[in-house]
């Protein structure tokens, strides 16, 4: 598939290095001379120096024989002009990340096929993560019914106890399975003779009615969190905290730009506002932080959040969750204070990468510390798997099935399954396996 990107910020560099190493047609436009040799020199595509959204870049680039062209560039009117010129020129497929609601609201007419808009998405996930505790991943498949949780195996969980298969035999009811471990930076495909080892980052299907079974298996607990104090006043933590006002919390910010606590103030009634460093242990410490708080590092700056959120943690909060943007950190995270992270990048690429996976896909899903990926596929008339157990199936090694939606209805399969025509299959699977399992689903 050949693609262009426009804007070579956090999302568009990220999701050239991955789409670019997974073998596809990258080609990316970016208005920073030093960002695009940057980019140029650590990756395998093409990087132009120009703007994305001027005819010549994109007769340039090639946007009259381009499939999809991705528009994720710091500015709202640059990525609709880049999607209306490439759309005029011959793209097959426009997509635009869009925050002004006012701008989104004529996009299509635009020539902008699809609007994302990924921190709008990523707040509404923290409010599932708060209310969950302890959680790093809340996921929702087939329209919310089936969730894939993922969180740090707790030291003691009982899912350690024995093998998957053992553990499995021994409960009589079965409402969720291991998909994936992370540990050591090592992705695991589970099965049944997997360990689960304390401090692995599980990654576990189970349907929306046993979300707090498979928790429990993790060894998390739910925590009884009554505030929210928001650091930093980004758009981002605006939405987190129309969200969290909406879910019932109290909410705290602080932010060192007075005009924006003005304003946020003005916005929130209901929210208590401070203007101070996020990371000054005394201005937190006037908040007589308790373990019924939870933190939320949401400023522009990695570093920031991190420290925000440890200081929030020293000074007595029971959670503090981190946004981020280098994927580095975020191995670094597990152990030393900070509980779940949160990144719109990897909600961005998440909505994106479904339009470049071929066969009928509905859905995928990436995660902060693996290349895998969850996908929800419909299961076409003419596929290979269709009337098949799943024992019977030809699945690649690097493959789980973590859940089915079936005419209403959502369930955790096992090897005696069938699978249906119009079945909505999730599957996870390493980047090697991801274009044979869309293929045996689809035709």
Not at 123 to 133: H, K, N, S
Request: aromatic share 4%.
């Amino acid at each position: 598939m050949r693609i262009i990107i426009v804007g070579a910020g956090a999302v568009g560099s990220y999701l050239a290095e991955r789409l670019s190493s997974e073998g596809q047609d990258v080609i990316v436009i970016e208005d920073d001379e030093n960002r695009a040799a940057q980019l140029q020199e650590g990756i395998d595509a093409l990087v132009l120096h120009g703007n994305g959204a001027s005819t010549h870049m994109l007769e340039e680039a090639g946007a009259a024989k381009t499939d999809l062209l991705i528009a994720v560039s710091n500015s709202d009117g640059v990525n609709v002009l880049a999607c209306y010129t490439a759309t005029e020129l011959g793209a097959k497929t426009t997509i635009a990340r869009i925050e002004d609601p006012e701008i989104r609201e004529g996009a299509d007419r635009l020539g902008v096929d699809v609007v994302i808009d990924p921190s709008a998405t990523a707040a509404e996930e923290l409010v599932g993560i708060v209310g969950l505790g302890g959680a790093s991943e809340l996921i929702g498949f087939a329209d919310g019914k089936l969730v894939m949780v993922g969180a740090i195996v707790a030291p003691n969980a009982p899912i350690t106890e024995e093998p998957l298969r053992e553990l499995r035999l021994r409960r009589a009811e079965w409402g969720w399975v291991v998909a994936a471990l992370v540990r050591d930076g090592r992705t695991i495909v589970a099965h049944g003779d997997t360990m689960v080892r304390s401090g692995d980052h599980a990654l576990v299907m189970t349907t929306d009615d046993r979300v707090d079974e498979a928790t429990r298996m993790l060894g998390l607990r739910r925590r009884n969190l009554d505030r929210a104090i928001i650091l930093g006043g980004t758009r981002f933590a605006e939405l987190t905290v129309a969200a969290m006002d909406k879910a019932g919390l109290s909410v705290v910010v602080v932010d060192q730009d007075a005009s924006r606590c003005g304003v946020l103030a003005g916005r929130y009634p209901n929210a208590l506002v401070l203007c101070g460093d996020p990371t000054d242990p005394e201005v937190l410490a006037d908040l007589d932080l308790g373990p019924k708080d939870v933190a939320i590092g949401l400023t522009g700056w990695d570093e920031v959040n991190l420290l925000g959120c440890l200081v929030a943690k020293a000074s007595g909060a029971g959670m503090a969750i981190s946004r981020f943007n280098r994927i580095s950190y975020v191995g670094l995270l597990s152990g030393v204070g900070i509980d779940a992270a949160v990144s719109s990048r990897l909600m961005a690429a998440s909505a994106i990468l479904r339009f470049v996976r071929q066969g009928e896909v509905e859905q995928v899903a990436t995660f902060s510390d693996t290349d895998a990926e969850a996908i929800e596929i419909e299961v076409s008339g003419d596929s290979e798997a269709a009337n098949k157990t799943l024992l019977d199936l030809d699945l690649p090694v690097g493959v789980i099935i973590g859940g089915i939606s079936r005419d209403g209805t959502t369930f955790v399969p096992d090897g005696s399954t069938v699978v249906r025509v119009g079945d909505h299959i999730i599957f996870f699977a390493l980047p090697r396996d991801i274009e044979e399992s869309v293929a045996l689903f689809t035709a």
